[in-house]
Antibody
Framework: QVQLVESGGGVVQPGGSLRLSCAAS????????MHWVRQAPGKGLEWVAF????????YYADSVKGRFTISRDNSKNTLYLQMNSLRAEDTAVYYC????????????WGQGTMVTVSS | AIRMTQSPSSLSASTGDRVTITCRAS??????LAWYQQKPGKAPKLLIY???TLQSGVPSRFSGSGSGTDFTLTISCLQSEDFATYYC?????????FGQGTRLEIK
């Protein structure tokens, strides 16, 4: 079945780095744009980053621009989010999400991975 | 960035009720709007995209309407499983933005 599974979350000190992964299965990963969306504890949804199906275009939220990098390996059906210079306000559940064909609505979501930035 | 404002922020209703949630964009977004349902501890679920197109598998009691700046999500006959938080999302331009959410609670 169509599935996204995130991994790589954990506890990291302020200023530290973490790399999240999102393993895709059940669909042709290389044909779809992919996103990262986060949700701080008790808060709403915040879009983080997008990468085009072939990796040629990337967009970022202002809050993470210059610190986070989205990438993908279509040969491994995997999406990544490299997070550097982490801050307390980056603490959140991070979801990867798949583009609905022909739009930037998100039709498939992973279960999420928790990132906690704390000393 | 386009600001999305939902109202109300919370809503109490009973099973069988008809409820409407509104979402207003700070500038025109045509029909590039989606609605999601999220239950505690779970990932969001896509309900509606292109403002009014029901995602496959979503019950027909959910409907969406609007274009430009004003949008609505209507649940025609609330079921127990519908009590959740609902978010609108614009995908007209980057950065993609969400509304702050509407928490639908049992009265």
């Amino acid at each position: 079945q169509v599935q996204l599974v995130e991994s790589g979350g954990g506890v990291v000190q302020p200023g530290g780095s973490l790399r999240l992964s999102c393993a895709a299965s059940g669909f042709t990963f290389s044909s779809y744009g992919m996103h990262w969306v986060r949700q701080a504890p008790g808060k709403g949804l915040e879009w983080v980053a997008f990468i085009r199906y072939d990796g040629s275009n990337k967009y970022y939220a202002d809050s993470v621009k210059g610190r986070f990098t989205i990438s993908r390996d279509n040969s491994k059906n995997t999406l990544y989010l490299q997070m550097n210079s982490l801050r307390a306000e980056d603490t959140a559940v991070y979801y990867c999400a798949k583009d609905l064909a022909g739009s930037d609505a998100f039709d498939i979501w992973g279960q999420g991975t928790m990132v906690t930035v704390s000393s | 960035a386009i600001r999305m404002t939902q109202s109300p922020s919370s809503l109490s209703a009973s099973t069988g009720d008809r409820v409407t949630i509104t979402c207003r964009a700070s500038q025109g977004i045509s029909s590039y709007l989606a609605w999601y349902q999220q239950k505690p501890g779970k990932a969001p679920k896509l309900l509606i995209y292109a403002a009014s197109t029901l995602q496959s598998g979503v019950p027909s009691r959910f409907s969406g309407s609007g274009s430009g700046t004003d949008f609505t999500l209507t649940i025609s006959c609330l079921q127990s499983e519908d009590f959740a938080t609902y978010y609108c999302q614009q995908y007209y331009s980057y950065p993609i933005t969400f509304g702050q959410g509407t928490r639908l609670e049992i009265k």
